[in-house]
């Protein structure tokens, strides 16, 4: 689950008799400056910290337990009111912000479980940084398991180091070796009658930045950081699929040299990296039309707080309030252009919970179908009706706070405020684990759900064989260029493999 995933409500700081995760609270400010310095963000101190028999963290004078702080961490990550409070803290940035998380749950799992394969690993590290990008690589090299200690070579460009892994990733061959020669091989754990490929690593990342990374675009994202919201594999994981349902087994066709392979497993535990990876997929709609990006939240930039910080003032609460009401004013007409999408029979004076079915499909799409916690011995369940009616309330507070009651009676407000809000909650948890991490669109097929921010119109959405979460794909001279996985209502439960007239093929990507 990304840092942004919270399953455990809040932490109840009244109880642990230690101050309440509020804005500007001096205590916490204090630790949350230690957690946002930029030693947690540097991916070489993923290393020194796994591979020391003890280890201390010192910040100026004061002397750390790294048991302590990495407690104290996983309790933020895990906890949306502390999480909350330090994402305030670091200004509301578009991407996760909690890079110490990274090296919290890498350094748990790693004590419990010992060296995985460099792209396991590699996922665990998104969002750290090295001054030469191959590092960012290289550095976890000596924590993972099954590299030939050729792996690390600076006379290898970062496309050839990430191509390398992106290969390894998509094909699930957890070894890398080079024979006499120079001969590069990937090795599978398993033998190929039980292998499956783990081309599910194309939706780790809700937005890819291959683009901008100056990579191919099949090569799995798994070093950028994450938009908000959850990792949607991690709802929709082709391995949470029920007993029942018929699974496909994902086909691939490599290219190596001269040579051609294709198949759903590995032709032999040893095969030679190939030069090309090309997925079985089927085109089955179109992009029709892009919903606005989401309003962005009223933020107080970290130069806005250092400077009232430092001249000593503190939050003005009637400003604070003002930027509120202005932000669900806009979220509210946001929603309502979302409604009208998903209803066009609806007019302007309907409520924005009329049209029955169409309502019950506009409130789910807003949660991904799924509910505020996950749970894990039935991670397909679908959330109960009654968060519908948590939606309204949810929906209800955001008109209030568009009424601006607290310009004529502050304490009514504040009353009416919180009830709405204590109703309203379980909605907000579920909407939040998702909130803006992709746009809303309309296919082509009347289909509704969130693409990748970087989907336009005309897009095309497809399906790979075995992969139980649709893809955006844009042609490119008789290629494909990978935009990123998305969600399509009623789709994401196996039905995808059973819609009508689907014409498969290999895709090769740029």
């Known amino acids: 689950m990304d840092a942004t995933t919270y399953d455990f409500g809040d932490f109840d700081c009244e109880s642990k008799e230690i101050p309440k995760a509020s804005y ?44 302590i702080i990495i407690w104290v961490i996983m309790q933020i990550a895990r906890h949306g009111n502390l999480y909350n409070a330090f994402d305030v803290f670091m200004g509301s940035q578009e991407d996760s912000a909690l890079t110490a998380r990274n090296i919290a749950t890498g350094y748990l799992e790693y004590k419990k479980a010992g060296p995985l394969s460099i792209y396991d690993t590699l996922s665990r590290y998104n969002a750290m940084g090295a001054t030469d990008p191959r590092d960012r690589y290289f550095a976890l090299a000596g924590i993972s398991a099954g590299l030939d200690a050729c792996f690390v070579s600076y006379e290898k460009s970062y496309r050839d180091i990430a ?10 061959a957890s070894g890398y070796q080079v024979g006499p020669g120079g001969a590069e091989v990937l090795v599978f754990e398993r033998k190929p009658r039980d292998h499956r490929f783990l081309i599910e690593w194309l939706a780790f990342h809700a937005n890819p930045q291959n683009h901008n990374l100056g990579l191919p675009s099949w090569v799995p994202d798994l070093v950028s950081p994450h938009s908000p919201g959850l990792l949607m594999s991690g709802f929709y994981n082709t391995q949470y699929m ?3 349902q018929k699974v496909p087994l994902p ?43 989401r309003p962005p939240l009223p933020r107080e930039t970290p130069e806005e707080r250092r400077r009232r910080t430092q001249d000593g003032v503190g939050i ?37 919970m009329s049209g029955g079915a169409s309502f019950d499909a506009f409130w789910r799409i807003l949660t991904y179908n799924r509910g505020p916690e996950f749970n894990y011995e039935s ?10 009616i948590s939606f309204g309330y949810w929906y209800l507070w955001k008109k209030l706070q568009m009424k601006r009651l607290w310009e004529q009676n502050l304490l009514q407000h504040a009353m009416f405020s919180q009830t ?24 082509k097929n009347g289909k509704f759900g969130w693409v990748p921010r970087r989907t336009e119109v005309g897009d095309l959405v497809c399906v790979f064989q075995g992969m139980r979460i649709p893809v955006i794909m844009r042609p490119r001279s008789g290629r494909w260029e990978f935009i990123g996985a998305c969600y399509v209502h009623d789709l994401m439960d196996g039905e995808i493999w059973g819609l009508d007239g689907l014409k498969w093929g290999f895709m090769s990507f740029v």
């Open 24 to 67: 500007g609270s001096p205590d916490w400010t204090a630790l949350f400056s230690i957690l946002s310095h930029p030693w947690f963000s540097r991916v070489w101190v993923v290393q020194e910290l796994l591979v020391a028999q003890r280890s201390t963290m010192r910040r100026g004078s004061l002397e750390l337990d790294t048991n």
């Open 242 to 244: 029920r007993a029942d």
């Open 420 to 443: 709405l809000a204590v109703l309203a909650d379980p909605f907000d948890k579920a909407e939040g684990r998702v909130r803006d991490a992709r746009r809303f669109f309309v296919s």
């Open 163 to 172: 191509c390398l892994v992106g290969k390894m990733a998509l094909l699930g």
């Open 316 to 352: 003005d609460l009637l400003k604070a309030m003002d930027a509120v009401s202005q932000y669900e004013t806009n979220m509210v007409r946001w929603l309502s252009e979302i409604r009208m999408l998903v209803d066009p029979t609806l007019r302007d004076s309907d409520s924005i």
């Open 379 to 388: 991670p397909n369940q679908k959330p109960a009706q009654w968060l519908g």
């Open 251 to 293: 086909k691939v066709r490599l290219r190596q040299g001269a040579s051609e392979w294709s198949g759903s497993s590995p032709s032999q535990r040893i095969i030679p990296v190939p030069d090309n990876i090309e997925i079985m997929g089927a085109v089955f709609d179109r992009v029709e039309k892009l919903a606005r990006k």
